[in-house]
């Protein structure tokens, strides 16, 4: 995916926030457990005093009970530092947002241009397609003229030439093993949004041309040689 130094910068910030934020919760989680435990304890004693169980550690309450406090306190602490973050987060990441704009722009002004300077070759390419298919459409006049000629010289001799005439002739939007040698509009779309007929993705891999049809599987195998 395209990407710029500042966009680099703002993910690696908000990557710093989660991060910090993933800990402060993870750590919360470890002394919410210790706490409950902590009192699960203090309480257990306070009843195995009360129903007379002389096996009750009632010394160890007082020590409990500090425990207890000291890690309600850092529970609250952490809630505090979690909620701090959480509200200044986006605070935080809006004054990125100039210097991300800034990047933005810089990298958008690029593109367009090498975008503008590839739509000027198009008229070109466009103008060289069709006086390729001029060429082809000459040469099948020419052969026609030929054969027509051939056919009343045949007609002066008194024979009558009964073959009809036949020239290879481009299938510019029939179909060659499932291929249209002519640009379709829903190619040259498809070919804008990034999609790319395989017979297509196999030339600009190994700059072969095959319209056998075999092209999808050759261009698996180039693909695996790739690798």
């Not at 070109?124 to 001029?134: G, I, W």
């Amino acid at each position: 995916m395209k990407t710029y130094k500042e966009i680099d910068l703002f993910k690696k910030r908000v990557e710093k926030i989660e991060s910090k934020l993933t800990d402060l919760q993870n750590e919360r989680e470890s002394v919410k457990r210790e706490w409950a435990s902590v009192e699960q304890q203090y309480e257990s004693i306070i009843i195995a005093d009360a129903v007379g169980d002389e096996g009750a550690k009632v010394s160890e309450l007082p020590k409990l009970k500090r425990k207890s406090a000291d890690l309600k306190s850092k529970l609250d602490e952490l809630d505090t530092r979690i909620k701090a973050i959480e509200d200044r987060k986006k605070s935080v990441l809006v004054e990125q947002l100039a210097e991300l704009e800034k990047g933005y722009s810089r990298e958008m002004n690029k593109l367009s241009r090498s975008a503008n300077e590839l739509w000027a070759k198009l008229p070109e390419l466009s103008a060289q397609y069709l006086l390729f298919l001029n060429d082809l459409g000459q040469l099948k006049r020419e052969a026609r003229e030929l054969h027509e000629e051939f056919v009343r010289c045949n007609a002066e001799a008194g024979k009558e030439y009964s073959e009809r005439f036949s020239f290879p002739n481009p299938m510019l939007f029939d179909s060659l093993n499932n291929i249209h040698l002519g640009v379709l509009e829903k190619d040259q779309k498809a070919a804008l949004e990034g999609s790319l007929p395989p017979y297509v993705m196999l030339y600009q891999l190994t700059g072969e041309i095959d319209m056998s049809g075999n092209s999808v599987a050759k261009l698996a195998q180039a693909r695996r040689k790739e690798k």
